[in-house]
Every structure is written in structure tokens, then in C-alpha cells.
């Protein structure tokens, strides 16, 4: 399947795994780069420039294929090293970034003189068309359905996609919400050039992650996750657990008056001990809907190659055949 999204980045397959906190270090990345499609290693999981260095020679050593790097840009009174991650990526030989977050402008002419590709992760068509003005090459919209944060718009794909499609020059994938070859071909269908998946790569077996982690995301259903932080604007959706009960009785309580310091005990620095831990209730993290269409745990190429040949036999069979 060739898309404008295969041809930019020059991979096999329109699927690409997004940036995931504790999550997208290089086993995975480059698992889902070998498989045909676009791993993308986390940045800001590598405490400094120096670490994120090392992580992409690791994912170097693991796959020959192109793969990326996220950068997340924070509000923040101290904000990480960002010049830092930018050298290191720029002189692993890293050519592809997903940005999200804030405005990833300031990066932009540092990163295109290196012929790095940018993708900015959006959740509203205004964004989108903001990332295609400052000169971006593709965008990934993010569904209200996502995993992690939704932006405070509430648009789900069937509306997002097909608005992004009628306004976006420069290509875009589909996120949120995605699991399968029917998330896939619906997706083109409405207009993007391929799909981004969070959740959906957490359950591989190549996902660095505790077996719990990977056991919580099949046995969850599609009502299980909950939207977290919405009194501050920084609305998150995570997998519901016992510190999500406790984060959301205490923004009940507190109402207007929330301030972050009232919940940190349930989402600040809490990624180490679900991930590597396997402690699910050791407070909020990140899980989208689709959890509710994830029943196994396949290996990354296990996972690509049935999407990819599914996709053709909808489109060739029972979409062509109702014509
Ligand atoms: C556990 C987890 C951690 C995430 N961490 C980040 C992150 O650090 N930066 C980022 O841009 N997106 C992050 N995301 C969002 C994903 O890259 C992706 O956009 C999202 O998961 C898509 O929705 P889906 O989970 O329904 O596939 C995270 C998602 C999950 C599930």
C-alpha cells in the first residue's frame, strides 16, 4: 500500500506507533520499524540528551529501517533540555520527529536544515492548520477516542478526520482509537494517508513493559478508561484504577479551586512503577478506548502484517463487492 505517509518517511506500511512515556524506548520502536512501519522512540523517557543519544545507537543496532523520535513540549516553569534532545537526535542521524504539545515552530528551521520530517501530533483542526502554516510535513490527528491527552475540544475521529481531510494541504494519519485493518481503511477512507497507534502497541510482545500492563490493556473493555485532569485544562484519559477513583473524588471535592499539587501523588513521576513495576494501581496512566478491541498480544510484524493483509481483503472483498 503506498499513501503519501509511506512515501514521506519511506517505510513499508502507514502505521505508525506513537511517542509513549516508559514505553517507546528502542525494543519497540524498532520492532514496529522492522515490521514495516514507523517506530518512534520517546524522547523525554531519556532523562537527558545524553541517554536519548545512547537509546537511538540501541534502536540503531536493532533495525536498518527508518525510525523516529518524539519530542513532547511541555508547559513547564523548568522546562527539560530541549536544545539538548534536539543536537542529540540531529547527530544520531535521526530523521524523522512526531512533535506534540506546544508549538514545535521554534525547532522547525534547526531540524528541516538537517532534513528532519516533522509530524505534530494535533487534536483539533485549528492546530493542524497552524502545524501546516509554520511549515510542517505531516500532522497526526488525535481523536477525543485517544489514549493520553485529548486536548478539551471532545471531537471523535468520524467527525475529526473527515474536517481535517476538507482543510489539511500536507498529509495526515489518523490517531486515536486505532487497532485493526477496519480502524485503517476507515481512516483512508475518510481521508488520511495512515493511522497512528498508541494503546494497540503496548499489548506486543515487544513492548518493553510488565506483563500486567500488557494483561490490564486486553482484559479492559471500551467503558474502562476515564478522562483525568479536565478542571486544570490538561485533560488526560487514562485506564480507570484505584488512584484514578481517588484523583477524580478529589477534583469532586475540591471543584474550581483543583490545583495540580492536590493530585500529584496520583500522576506525577507514577510511569516508572506501572511500567517497569507492573504496580497498575500506583497511580493514573495513559490508556485509550480501543483497549476494548485489544484481546491479544501479538508481536509487532504479527500485528502489521494481519492489519495489512485484513485491510486488502476489506477493500478488494466486502467493500468492493457492494458496489
Ligand atoms: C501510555 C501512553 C503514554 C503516552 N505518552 C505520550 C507522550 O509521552 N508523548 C506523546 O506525544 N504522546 C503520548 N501518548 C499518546 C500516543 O502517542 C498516541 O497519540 C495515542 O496513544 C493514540 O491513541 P490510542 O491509544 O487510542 O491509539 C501516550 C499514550 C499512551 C497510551
Known amino acids: 500500500m503506498k499513501t503519501r505517509i509511506t512515501e514521506l518517511f519511506g ?50 543496532e536493532m533495525t536498518k529501517k527508518p525510525f523516529g523520535v518524539n519530542l513532547t513540549f511541555l508547559p513547564s516553569v523548568t522546562p527539560p533540555d530541549y536544545p539538548g534532545y534536539v543536537r542529540a537526535l540531529i547527530e544520531g542521524g535521526v530523521k524523522i520527529v512526531e512533535t506534540a504539545g506546544n508549538n514545535p515552530q521554534k525547532w522547525l528551521p534547526t531540524l528541516r536544515e538537517h532534513g528532519v520530517k516533522v509530524i505534530h501530533k494535533c487534536t483539533s483542526v485549528r492546530h493542524a492548520l497552524k502545524a501546516e502554516a509554520i511549515g510542517c510535513d505531516a500532522v497526526s490527528v488525535d481523536g477525543f477516542e485517544c489514549g493520553g491527552h485529548p486536548g478539551e475540544d471532545d471531537v471523535p475521529n468520524m467527525i475529526l478526520l473527515p474536517r481535517a481531510a476538507d482543510e489539511l494541504k500536507i498529509p495526515f494519519v489518523a490517531s486515536g482509537g486505532m487497532a485493526d485493518a477496519r480502524s485503517l481503511v476507515a481512516s483512508l477512507a475518510m481521508g488520511a494517508d495512515g493511522m497512528n497507534m498508541g494503546t494497540r502497541f503496548i499489548a506486543t510482545k515487544e513492548a518493553p513493559v510488565h506483563e500486567h500492563v500488557k494483561q490490564a490493556i486486553v482484559a479492559a473493555s471500551e467503558l474502562d478508561t476515564r478522562l483525568v485532569m479536565r478542571p486544570l485544562r490538561n485533560t488526560e484519559r487514562v485506564l480507570k484504577n484505584v488512584a484514578v477513583d481517588r484523583l477524580l473524588a478529589k477534583e469532586r471535592e475540591l471543584g474550581p479551586s483543583l490545583k495540580f499539587e492536590d493530585i500529584a501523588a496520583e500522576v506525577a513521576g507514577v510511569y516508572p512503577a506501572v511500567m517497569q513495576g507492573g504496580q497498575m494501581d500506583a497511580g493514573a496512566w495513559s490508556c485509550g478506548m480501543v483497549a476494548g478491541l485489544i484481546n491479544d498480544v501479538p508481536t509487532c510484524k504479527e500485528l502489521i502484517d494481519r492489519i495489512m493483509a485484513e485491510a486488502e481483503q476489506l477493500i478488494r472483498g466486502r467493500l468492493s463487492r457492494l458496489l
Not at 11 to 35: N, R, T, Y
Not at 43 to 55: D, F, S, W
Request: hydrophobic share 45%; proline share 4%; glycine share 14%.
Open 11 to 60: 517505510i513499508e506500511h502507514p502505521i505508525i506507533q506513537g511517542g509513549m512515556h516508559f514505553v517507546g524506548f528502542a525494543e519497540l520502536a524498532s520492532a514496529v520499524s522492522e515490521a514495516g512501519g514507523l517506530g518512534i522512540i520517546t524522547g523525554l523517557t531519556q532523562r537527558t540528551p545524553e541517554l536519548l543519544a545512547k537509546e537511538i545507537a540501541r534502536c540503531r
